[in-house]
């Protein structure tokens, strides 16, 4: 089966026929054909966006009108759950019950952003006091305009939902372009939108190469805003193109997250979150808490339970029962694992545990989940972002050293801290150089919060208020009151 692209309410093939083949890594078949878009129909698809746009009737409803659809567009998510989540396995290779969390935390997306919607409705215009007593000023917030969202294949449909849902609370129009490696969703996310009532070309899916597909997007004059997540060397990409239009722009882009351990925690706990932070989703994950230093009390009996622990999960396709660990995502993204992994093995770091391919699967992307201790900090799997299940381990001795150490990166995406000490915690917190700070956890993410990166980590928040704001424009409207003259040129 081939899927279409979404362009203006109908499903069309790309200009030029081409497709391209959806692998499911955990067994290396082609599961499906989608489009394989070029200029020609980004050209196609903003046309119908800015169209959408500039003629209404979604930019022109209230808030609470687009809240209702968007309303309906989580009830029509929420309803196919188990389907989605599975068909997101096959595309990603996670493991079934994390796919069903993405489908619920995209739920919960659509829903949030219809309630900001309808408190956006809700809320009257800001008046700002002025120093001059004859002028009034009110700020009225207006949709940024026609987005172009552009997203990875870690999450495949909550990326998506991540811009889809606050740029249409805003009253925008969109053009998606999803993964190439993980395209399936999104376009269903296209089928939820029409089912649900969304305008024709308020919503256009197109799938495609990022540099066929993707390219063009990032160049389209008629682009007001655009939204990225993704590499770093993409997101550069992406803003030196925007900078020549001055088109406003958010990055999401990738981390080397630090967890500090301090001695005084429970090994338990330590030893849980560490393996939460590095192992679920395959370690495919832009905040997972890949350098991890531990202070040096408990250095070796937290190593040593961490191996133990990371010996039993198991790995395997990711739609059969109990598996904990799924496939990466594709043979480019395992070789480059495996890349690091020798890397790390030729670096003299300690090999803790795994280390190379799962044991016993013959066919599928399957690595081991690997530890390495005593990690040098000018290696490259210290310094760089490997989006695999590979956790590198230091130890440090004071509390200045370990925020020196976690500090020490280009990324500043998220970061983690545990003591039983809560004044240490939050000190340390105030201390790190990124976007989220988990106390005593690591990963739970919030659409309520904001979410993003300082340093080479992006630019601009998702999520919350400050996701809906990204898609907002503010306009001042100043009125001269008085009735006496301005009187400088007529006197
Ligand atoms: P990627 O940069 O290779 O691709 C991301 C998207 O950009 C894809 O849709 C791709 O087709 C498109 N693209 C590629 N070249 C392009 C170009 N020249 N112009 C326009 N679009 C182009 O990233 P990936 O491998 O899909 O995802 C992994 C990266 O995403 C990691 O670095 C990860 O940390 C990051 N990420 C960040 C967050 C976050 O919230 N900060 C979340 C998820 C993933």
């Known amino acids: 089966m081939i899927s279409k692209l979404l362009i203006n309410g109908s499903w069309v093939n790309a200009c030029s026929g081409e497709t391209l083949d959806v692998i499911d890594p955990a067994t290396e078949d082609v599961i499906h054909q989608v489009a394989s878009a070029g200029k020609e129909d980004i050209n196609v698809a903003v046309k119908a966006a800015r169209d959408a746009f500039d003629s209404g009737p979604w930019s022109?409803?209230?808030?609470?009108?687009?809240?209702?659809?968007?309303?309906?567009?989580?009830?029509?998510?929420?309803?196919?759950?188990?389907?989605?989540?599975?068909?997101?396995?096959?595309?990603?290779?996670?493991?079934?019950p994390e796919a069903v969390w993405d489908i619920e935390d995209t739920v919960a997306c659509f829903n949030f952003y219809a309630d900001l919607a309808d408190e956006f409705h809700n809320t009257p215009d800001e008046k700002i006091a002025l120093s001059d007593y004859r002028f009034t000023t009110r700020v009225v917030r207006e949709p940024v305009g026609v987005v172009g969202a552009i997203i990875p294949w870690n999450?495949?449909?909550?990326?998506?939902?991540?811009?889809?849902?606050?740029?249409l609370a805003a009253g925008c129009a969109v053009v998606l372009k999803p993964s190439e490696v993980t395209p399936i969703t999104a376009l269903e996310l296209g089928e939820v939108a029409q089912r649900a009532g969304l305008p024709d070309g308020v919503l256009n899916i197109v799938t495609g190469l990022g540099a066929n597909a993707g390219q063009p997007l990032s160049a389209h004059p008629d682009v007001d805003?655009?939204?990225?997540?993704?590499?770093?060397?993409?997101?550069?990409?992406?803003?030196?193109?925007?900078?020549?239009?001055?088109?406003n722009i958010s990055l999401e882009l990738g981390g080397k997250s630090p967890f500090v351990v301090f001695a005084d925690s429970d090994i338990k706990q330590a030893v849980e979150w560490i393996l939460f932070g590095i192992f679920w989703n395959q370690g495919e994950v832009c905040s997972a808490?890949?350098?991890?230093?531990?202070?040096d009390g408990i250095y070796e009996p937290v190593i040593e339970r961490l191996k133990e622990e990371a010996?039993?999960?198991?790995?395997?396709?990711?739609?059969?029962?109990?598996?904990?660990?799924?496939?990466l995502v594709n043979k480019s993204q395992y070789d480059k694992v495996l890349g690091f992994i020798e890397q790390g093995k030729r670096s003299g770091a300690r090999l803790v545990t795994g280390g190379g391919p799962a044991k016993g699967l013959d066919k599928g992307y399957f690595l081991e989940p690997t530890i390495f201790a005593d990690v040098e900090e000018n290696s490259s799997i210290w310094r760089e972002e490997i989006f695999g299940p590979v956790v590198c381990i230091k130890s440090f001795s004071t509390e200045e050293e370990a925020v020196k150490l976690a500090n020490d990166s280009e990324f500043g995406l998220a970061a983690a801290v545990m003591s039983k000490d809560d004044d240490r915690c939050d000190r340390v917190a105030s201390a790190l150089r990124a976007g989220i700070v988990w106390i005593n956890c690591s990963q739970p993410t919030f659409v309520e919060g904001p979410w993003g990166g300082y340093k080479k980590s992006g630019i601009g928040r998702e999520l919350g208020r400050w996701g809906f704001e990204n898609y907002l424009e503010e306009k001042q409207i100043t009125r001269y009151n008085s009735e006496e003259p301005w009187g400088w040129y007529v006197k």
Not at 67 to 95: F, S
Not at 156 to 164: C, E, G, S, T, Y
Not at 290 to 295: A, P, T
Not at 311 to 327: C, E, F, R, V
């Open 289 to 295: 808490t890949s350098r991890v230093l531990i202070e």
């Open 225 to 247: 805003k655009l939204a990225f997540t993704g590499s770093v060397q993409t997101g550069s990409r992406i803003m030196q193109t925007a900078a020549r239009d001055i088109k």
């Open 155 to 167: 999450f495949p449909l909550l990326m998506a939902a991540w811009k889809v849902a606050p740029a």
């Open 60 to 96: 022109e409803m209230n808030g609470a009108e687009r809240a209702v659809i968007l309303r309906k567009m989580a009830t029509e998510i929420e309803v196919r759950t188990n389907e989605l989540a599975g068909l997101e396995v096959l595309d990603n290779g996670k493991p079934l």
């Open 311 to 327: 010996q039993k999960i198991t790995i395997g396709n990711g739609m059969h029962d109990d598996i904990l660990l799924g496939p």
